[in-house]
């Protein structure tokens, strides 16, 4: 069902103490405030579990930001879709642009790990986006169309429906460069519409496509009330309860 969604993806930041201590900032910011959108986060696999005991009684999405594309065996540093849902995950980062830039992750990957965490009951959010030369080139339509049929094209429409999409444009990650909130509308719009021909509108309109790449307090709620936008994927800016929390009610009214 779609719904908005801020998700703070921590990748590889923070050790135990830091990470128990911004985790349990969050419990009490979600005890004392209510919000108009779903919080999910997704620590370090290593916290996972700390963060299921420490998030037991809020209704705050844990996710990891990657998961194995086979289902168990011999393959040294992984983590498993059952192992996941064995803790009660909520689902899965798959396909950041960080995945596909430094372990040469695919589209085919993708749409192997999506089957897999559908299996399993596992939300997987897909990330998708353009180079910046892909942009620079005028690629940058045809890149996310190619992205999104290969990842999620082979999936029935109640699986589809179940999927979260963010589109994160790789020259706005980390940078602070971000989209403006009609170069992102445009590509979500796109999007939907691509999923809206493929599977028919009212599917298409049951899923949360999120914006991640330099999302800030002072730009969420521009960019989040473009039409085609239902929330957003945080790097940096979930790592401060004060800027998440911002960001959070980028979505009150
Ligand atoms: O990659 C991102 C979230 O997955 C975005 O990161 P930043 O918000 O730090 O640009």
Redesign the pocket.
Known sequence: MRKNIVAG?WKMNKNVIEAQQLMLQLVNYTKENASNCEIWIAPPALYLLMAKDLFALNEVGIFSQDMSEYESGAYTGEISAEMLESIGATGS?IG???RRQFHGETDSHCNAKIKLALEKGLTPIY?NGETLEQRKSGKHLEVVKNQTEVALFTLSADEIKKVVI?Y?PVW????GETASPEQAQEIHAHIRSLIAEKYGKEVADEISILY????KPDNAKEIFSQPDIDGG?????ALKIEDFSKIIEAFNA
């Open positions: 993806n980062i950041h642009s960080e990330c963010a994160e706005a990650i980390g940078t991640g790449g330099s999302v994927l945080i790097g940096g800016a």
